[in-house]
């Protein structure tokens, strides 16, 4: 069984910068892709944010995120970051990471998921 604890998020102001971590346990998290989601007050689906490989050498980030949004891993902490600048109020949601086997922007190929952590960002 794997499980996945987030922690980091909070309120912060526009402009700011917030780091998300993700705690993996099991003893295979170097074999995972690991991705962030995020989901937005009022929104029913979870969008896709960045997405590291299990290696850490493939990175993708969408395109809203990239240039602010940093993904990285330490695989011998069975951890992963998300490193959020220049914070908008736009990108208040409540963000997810999850594990799964191949790279997607896809939510359904992501096997296991966190409870998520809240982030607020004020104008």
């Known amino acids: 069984q794997v499980q996945l604890v987030e922690s980091g998020g909070g309120l912060v102001q526009t402009g700011g910068a917030l780091r998300l971590s993700c705690a993996v346990s099991g003893r295979t998290f170097s074999s995972y892709v690991m991705g962030w989601f995020r989901q937005a007050p009022g929104k029913k689906e979870r969008e896709f944010v960045a997405?590291?490989?299990?290696?850490?050498?493939?990175?993708y980030y969408a395109a809203s995120v990239k240039g602010r949004f940093t993904i990285s891993r330490e695989n011998a902490k069975n951890t992963v970051y998300l490193q959020m600048n220049s914070l908008k109020p736009e990108d208040t949601a409540v963000y997810y990471c999850?594990?799964?086997?191949?790279?997607?922007?896809?939510?359904?190929?992501?096997?296991?998921w966190g409870q998520g952590t809240q982030v607020t960002v004020s104008s």
């Open positions: 999850a594990a799964g086997l191949v790279t997607s922007i896809s939510k359904s190929q992501y096997d296991y």
């Open positions: 997405y590291i490989s299990s290696t850490g050498g493939h990175t």
